[in-house]
């Protein structure tokens, strides 16, 4: 059963809710438009903050909806975050658009806030500091998850999902790589 949940996590994965808002409602390929990412910064530069928000809260579902079906199939915080591993996998790498997705921070977002809600007011705080600090969106997010292995050391979590969620933000950070030095060089 565990493998059927990892297969099913890959392909929700593939389901690139910026794709498929251009193709419905403006009939174009997102892919061939401004930075040519599938993710919400590029849908909301080119259509605005409603396409910015529908993607967003789209790909963060995808995140939330394994980890929820993980914990109703009773499977372990390990087994969960694998799942979340794999359907951010199929966000930046999804087989139906040639592997060519978005940058994974939508999904693990609504994936992490699924796993543990009580990051939320934990996070936002510390976001919204180091966003007064870097003035990047990218940076401060990105910082921010930083203090999620940290969050869960201290509420005394497996060590196996800890060293997972390093695992995952590595991914994040690693798919970020190109944006991370483009603000890091503004500074």
């Known amino acids: 059963m565990v493998w059927v949940y990892f297969a099913c996590s890959y392909l929700i994965g593939n389901l690139m809710f910026g794709f498929l808002m251009t ?4 009939h174009e390929d997102i892919r061939n438009l401004g930075s040519g990412n599938v993710g919400a910064r590029n849908a909301g530069r080119l259509y605005g903050k409603k396409a910015f ?3 967003f809260l789209g790909d963060a579902l995808k995140g939330a909806l394994v980890v929820v079906a993980g914990r109703y199939l009773h499977f372990s915080d390990p087994v969960q975050l694998i799942g979340l591993a794999l359907v951010i996998i199929g966000h930046l790498k999804p087989v139906f658009l040639k592997f060519n997705g978005g940058k994974g921070i939508s999904t693990f977002v609504g994936g992490m806030v699924a796993f543990q809600p009580l990051l939320i007011p934990v996070a936002i705080p510390i976001f919204l500091i180091l966003y007064l600090f870097f003035r990047s969106l990218t940076l401060a997010g990105l910082s921010a998850f930083l203090m999620i292995p940290v969050f869960l050391v201290i509420k005394q979590y ?3 999902s800890f060293l997972l969620v390093i695992v995952i933000i590595l991914m994040i950070f690693i798919a970020q790589k190109d944006d991370i030095k483009e603000r890091l060089l503004k500074k």
Do not use: G, K, S
């Open 158 to 160: 497996q060590w196996e």
């Open 23 to 26: 193709r419905l409602f403006y």
């Open 53 to 55: 928000l529908f993607t």
